[in-house]
């Protein structure tokens, strides 16, 4: 159980920590600093190696969580707060599932082509679809931490 969790809790650090990173710190840094070619080629290139821990985030969260679950006995045996994680968790899996599928990888190719604007509108799409994740990500570190305290 002890690993599980340790698993669990590290692989939601990354995901949510490298997103308040991105889009707190980086952000408005790169936007002041760095002219549309510089700041889309690095944005591509910081979600292509971020990108990577995400997925790896994904499969820990889901294998650690699912066997917490089966350690515990069933979901019928873990707090509300354990089936909101899993609401918000796959929720912000299929929020990532459309990001890097769609807007990433639109970007990529935008980028690799030098198409600027493009790479521009799909970085924007990218920057909303951060900004829902990570209030997500917040808040599911709210409930998990908060456990049966919040309900």
Same mark, same amino acid.
Request: with cysteine; proline share 3%; aromatic share 14%.
């Given at each position: 159980?002890? #690993?599980? *969790? ?15 990173? %991105? /889009? @707190? ?30 997925? %790896?985030?994904?499969?820990?969260? #889901? ?8 350690? /515990?006995?069933?979901? =019928?045996? @873990? ?14 899996? &299929?929020?990532?599932?459309? *990001? /890097?599928?769609?807007? /990433?990888? =639109?970007?990529?190719? &935008? @980028? ?16 909303? @679809?951060? &900004? #829902?994740?990570?209030?997500?990500? *917040? %808040?599911?570190?709210?409930? &998990? ?7």
């Amino acid at each position: 159980m002890s #690993i599980a *969790l340790s698993l669990h809790i590290l692989a939601a650090a990354i995901w949510v920590g490298g997103m308040f990173f %991105a /889009y @707190v710190c980086l952000r408005p840094v790169a936007a002041q600093q760095l002219e549309p070619p510089a700041r889309l080629a690095l944005w591509q290139q910081v979600f292509a190696r971020f990108f990577t821990w995400v997925w %790896a985030a994904i499969l820990i969260l #889901i294998i650690s969580g699912h066997s917490m679950i089966a350690i /515990y006995g069933s979901f =019928k045996s @873990v707090g509300m707060h354990v089936h909101m994680m899993l609401l918000t968790g796959y929720t912000m899996m &299929a929020i990532f599932g459309h *990001l /890097y599928f769609s807007p /990433y990888k =639109k970007l990529s190719i &935008a @980028v690799k082509e030098n198409r600027w604007p493009d790479a521009g509108a799909q970085l924007n799409k990218i920057r909303k @679809v951060v &900004a #829902i994740n990570l209030t997500l990500g *917040l %808040a599911t570190v709210v409930i &998990a931490s908060g456990g049966k305290f919040l309900f």
